[in-house]
């Protein structure tokens, strides 16, 4: 499985961006999804995760009602819009597979594949 994510950038305060996660090598459909992240100087942290079929997610307490997660089977795509953006977002993002359970996970160890990341950074 080969991950691949885009949409980063440079954004004030209050604005919004959409990230997007490009997948291959194996049925799109048959893997949950999760988005991390990590700002520098800290450990990679859980942002959200995604059923296979998109009708349950989670969330980490900090991005509840600001972040959503969503998924395009038929494009093998998912998704991460980010809403009323913090200077705390700011990280280098990164989209996974877990090709494993069905169950959503929040720990890094629960995915199998992993993409190269995509910086975010919302400034004040």
């Known amino acids: 499985v080969k991950l691949v994510e885009s949409g980063g950038g440079l954004v004030q305060a209050g604005g919004s961006l959409r990230l997007s996660c490009a997948a291959s090598?194996?049925?799109?459909?048959?893997?949950?999804m999760g988005w991390f992240r990590q700002a520098p100087g800290k450990e990679r942290e859980f942002v959200a995760a995604?059923?296979?079929?998109?009708?349950?997610?989670d969330y980490t307490d900090s991005v509840k009602g600001r972040f959503t997660i969503s998924r395009d089977n038929a494009k093998n795509t998912a998704f991460l819009q980010m809403n009323s953006l913090k200077t705390e977002d700011t990280a280098v993002y990164y989209c996974?597979?877990?090709?494993?359970?069905?169950?959503?996970?929040?720990?890094?160890?629960?995915?199998?594949?992993w993409g190269q990341g995509t910086q975010v950074t919302v400034s004040s």
């Open positions: 996974a597979a877990d090709l494993r359970r069905s169950a959503l996970v929040i720990m890094r160890s629960g995915y199998d594949y």
């Open positions: 090598g194996r049925t799109f459909s048959s893997y949950v």
């Open positions: 995604i059923s296979r079929s998109g009708s349950i997610t």
